[in-house]
């Protein structure tokens, strides 16, 4: 009696846990992009080893009987070569499925409510095809990507910046209205701005220990103890990524096709752009310098008129 009220108690808080989570990443932008797939980082290792590595699929009975408790003690080996061999998540998991308590409706139903996110941004499974599908399903099904800082673009316009899924962050210098209206070449700089494409970094939590031969839980445990090292830090906090690859920040990437050859004529193309908008910025340098002299000059005269 009191364990099912345990039970019952426990399936309670981690539903209301469930939708709370879900409320909250679904409240904005920032917070739903923040990881990539959800239901990989969620997966639940728990309720795999209980789908999966019960006594009874083990072939271990309850029963207070010599010869069960004999064939019990034969098949515990079992259980050693599981925790040594076994990978969890396996070749064929997938998040979402496999993880979840077939029993719990309702939190299947949270679960599925994950589905309907969508990539970050537009395109961004095609710009990266080396990680889809393979690497969010099977062994990496608790693999995902996180949200790490951006990579600049060539967009200059905000609706384009907006229509692909990116960030756009504007100039933070605002010239007042008033000048504004006296020198109608200062709106160019209110509307300045950047385009930021939002860039991921990827986390591999495949098991395995070093060598890759055992996959089960213990070496796991063991190569993730191993990995907790300062060099292991040094290298993430000065190359972005871990030594061992388990943590690999993304490629900044403009477009999703090949690169074109370089010939003659497309350098010469190439250079000819880079001076046109090299004119363009030297323009607008000149204009935002011609506005320093000349907003402190207008306050001048103002006060002595007045």
């Known amino acids: ?16 846990k469930a939708k709370s989570e879900l409320q909250y990443r679904s409240s904005n932008k920032l917070t739903k992009n923040s990881v990539y797939p959800w239901l990989n980082h969620d997966y639940n290792y728990q309720q795999f080893v209980k789908n999966n590595y019960t006594p009874e699929k083990m072939g271990i009975s309850p029963e207070p009987c010599i010869d069960v408790t ?24 997938q998040a979402g499925r496999d993880d979840v308590d077939p029993n719990n409706k309702e939190l299947k139903e949270i679960r599925n409510e994950y589905q309907n996110f969508k990539e970050p941004y537009p ?20 693999s995902y990507f996180i949200h790490t800082g951006y990579c600049p673009t060539k967009i200059t316009s905000k609706s384009e910046c907006d229509k692909k899924g990116y960030t756009w962050i504007p100039n933070p210098i605002k010239l007042p209205e008033a000048l504004v209206k006296f020198f109608p070449e200062a709106e160019t700089i209110n509307n300045f701005g950047g385009c930021q494409k939002p860039r991921y970094s990827y986390v591999n939590n495949q098991s395995g220990d070093i ?3 055992m996959k089960g839980i213990v070496p796991t445990i063991g190569k993730n103890v191993l990995d907790l090292n300062p060099v292991s830090f040094l290298s993430i906090f000065m190359t972005g990524s871990s030594p061992n690859g388990d943590f690999q920040p993304l490629p900044c990437r403009e477009g999703f096709t090949n690169k074109p050859e370089m010939t003659m004529s497309t350098s010469m193309s190439k250079s000819k752009s880079k001076s046109k908008s090299k004119s363009k910025y030297c323009q607008g340098n000149y204009l935002f310098t011609i506005l320093l002299i000349i907003i402190p000059l207008i306050l001048i005269i103002s006060q002595l008129l007045l």
């Open 70 to 93: 004999i064939n019990d003690g034969i098949r515990l080996p079992n259980y050693i070569k599981a925790s040594m061999f076994d990978a969890i998540p396996n070749i064929h998991s």
């Open 1 to 16: 009696m009191i364990n099912n009220q345990l039970e019952d108690a426990i399936k309670k808080a981690n539903l209301f």
């Open 211 to 213: 060598t890759g031969m």
């Open 123 to 142: 395109g961004f499974m095609k710009e990266y095809p080396e990680y889809f599908p393979h690497g969010i399903q099977g062994e990496f099904a608790s």
